[in-house]
């Protein structure tokens, strides 16, 4: 079933009044008609209405509310991607992936071994297209929320935006001990805000990581092999997304 994010200005009664670019995707690229499902999510309220589609008009569609739902697909924690900026168009990737496995925001850093280099005007451009792609990704993997992709963020401006995080780690090719890797991540925790750091494709300059660590950033390792950014951002995330679930999922039955 296709999902579309509404305002919650767009519920009346027991109807849902659809607007804006979602209209012309539902009625000239999906083809929808009267009679089919949909599922249109309030990001607001935190609410999920299954509809069937009554209306097709020139500006807008009209949808029948069938039922409310009001259980909660996040993650129980919020995880901060910092991302080093890659070349090409690796960053879609790694935003696609990143809001599938859960992640509540994702900061584009620009770190010292980055080759992509964004002026001002390029940057938001980049960072608008960044925002669509995470929509279309929260749509398709029934989030109740679009994460948001932030202004890039330098190295340093970076730090100071985790500084009151919980859990604050970032992979780092010369780091060893996969069970302090373990441990780190087993200190993740339902309630708690995480930042997890990721290095561009030359990785980070030692002078980061010295940085990183006086702000309380642990250095960890995936592994003994070297990860693509792409790969290092996707592990790590799964690995978050299934400490977290299991978590949620023994304090529901009441083992914690």
């Known amino acids: ?15 849902i009044v659809m607007t804006g670019s979602d209209v012309n995707h539902i009625k000239n690229v999906l083809r929808m008609r009267a009679g089919e499902k949909i599922a249109a999510v309030s990001e607001a309220e935190g609410k999920k209405y299954l509809c069937e589609i009554v ?3 020139e500006e807008g ?34 935003l696609q992936k990143a809001v599938e ?3 509540f925001e994702v900061v584009p850093v620009a770190c010292r071994r980055c080759v992509v280099k964004l002026d001002e005007k390029k940057q938001k451009s980049r960072v608008s297209r960044w925002q669509g792609i995470s929509e279309a990704a929260a749509k398709q993997s029934g989030r109740r929320i679009i994460p948001r992709v932030h202004e890039v963020m330098r190295f340093s401006e970076a730090l100071r935006y985790a500084a009151d995080m919980d859990v604050k780690l970032i992979p780092y090719e010369q780091a060893e001990n996969m069970f302090e890797t373990k441990r780190i991540l087993d200190t993740a925790e339902p309630g708690q805000r995480i930042a997890v750091f990721i290095g561009p494709e030359g990785g980070f300059e030692a002078e980061e990581i010295e940085e ?36 949620a999922e023994e304090r529901d039955k009441g083992n914690l």
């Open 61 to 94: 569609i009209i949808c029948r509310v069938l039922s409310v739902e009001e259980e909660d697909t996040e993650l129980p924690a919020k995880i901060f991607l910092f991302q080093g900026l890659p070349k090409g168009d690796k960053m879609e990737l790694i």
């Open 101 to 103: 496995l859960g992640c």
């Open 1 to 15: 079933m296709y999902q579309f994010f509404i305002e919650p200005s767009d519920v009346q009664g027991g109807q």
């Open 212 to 247: 990183a660590k006086r702000e309380g950033v642990i250095p960890v390792t995936l592994g003994r092999r070297i990860l693509r950014t792409e790969t290092a951002a996707i592990t790590v995330l799964s690995w978050l997304m299934y400490r977290l679930e299991q978590m």
């Open 55 to 57: 209306r097709l008009e």
